[in-house]
Antibody, heavy 128, light 108 residues
């Protein structure tokens, strides 16, 4: 079955960097994009960006441009999200999710229904 | 950037009642897709509906509709497990892919 397993919770000081991993199992990793979404305590969902494991193409939220890097390792079916220059307002639960774009059996790039599988979330706390 | 505005912020209803949740885009999203997610406390979001289709395993009491700038998620008869927060999400060929601020459906 499809699973996304994220790395453990982190505590970081302001100005530091954090890297969250997301290991995918149960499907062809390179066929589906990976989205990253975060949620500050008591707040709504915030889209951070998306990466295609197949092409390496990325799209980042404008507010995070320059501080975030998303990568994938197709040899281990793992996606990574690195956020630098951490601030207190980066404290949040970070989620990876499969989709919403994927490559179909003919190699065409298509939009699915949305992000259908999610990781369990990684709490990143930024505090001095 | 297209902004999604959800209303109402909170919907207080009883089990068995019908819930109608709105998601309005700041401009037409005709070249994009609109998805709906449900989130319960301490859990990851769950895909309910997207690209005009119900996600796998989602009961048929959930339905989505709309086009252009106005979209609706309807829960025909609320079950106890449906009380949660619901988010709409825009995705398509032109990022950013934004979320609405959420609608909380609470027990009256």
């Amino acid at each position: 079955q499809v699973q996304l397993l994220q790395s453990g919770d982190e505590v970081k000081k302001p100005g530091a960097s954090v890297r969250v991993s997301c290991k995918a199992t149960g499907y062809t990793f390179s066929s589906y994009g990976i989205s990253w979404v975060r949620q500050a305590p008591g707040q709504g969902l915030e889209w951070m960006g998306w990466i295609s494991p197949y092409s390496g193409n990325t799209n980042y939220a404008e507010l995070l441009q320059g501080r975030v890097t998303m990568t994938t390792d197709t040899s281990t079916n793992t996606a990574y999200m690195e956020l630098r220059s951490l601030r207190s307002d980066d404290t949040a639960v970070y989620y990876c999710a499969r989709g919403p774009y994927y490559y179909d059996s003919h190699g065409y790039y298509r939009a699915g229904m949305g992000s259908d599988y999610w990781g369990q979330g990684t709490l990143v706390t930024v505090s001095s | 950037e297209i902004v999604l505005t959800q209303s109402p912020g909170t919907l207080s209803l009883s089990p068995g009642e019908r819930a109608t949740l709105s998601c309005r885009a700041s401009q037409s999203v005709s070249n994009s897709y609109l998805a709906w997610y449900q989130q319960k406390p301490g859990q990851a979001p769950r895909l309910l509906y997207g690209a005009s289709s119900r996600a796998t395993g989602i009961p048929d009491r959930f339905s989505g509709s709309g086009s252009g700038t106005d979209f609706t998620l309807t829960i025909s008869r609320l079950e106890p497990e449906d009380f949660a927060v619901y988010y709409c999400h825009l995705y398509g060929s032109s990022p950013p892919w934004t979320f609405g601020q959420g609608t909380k459906v609470e027990i009256k």
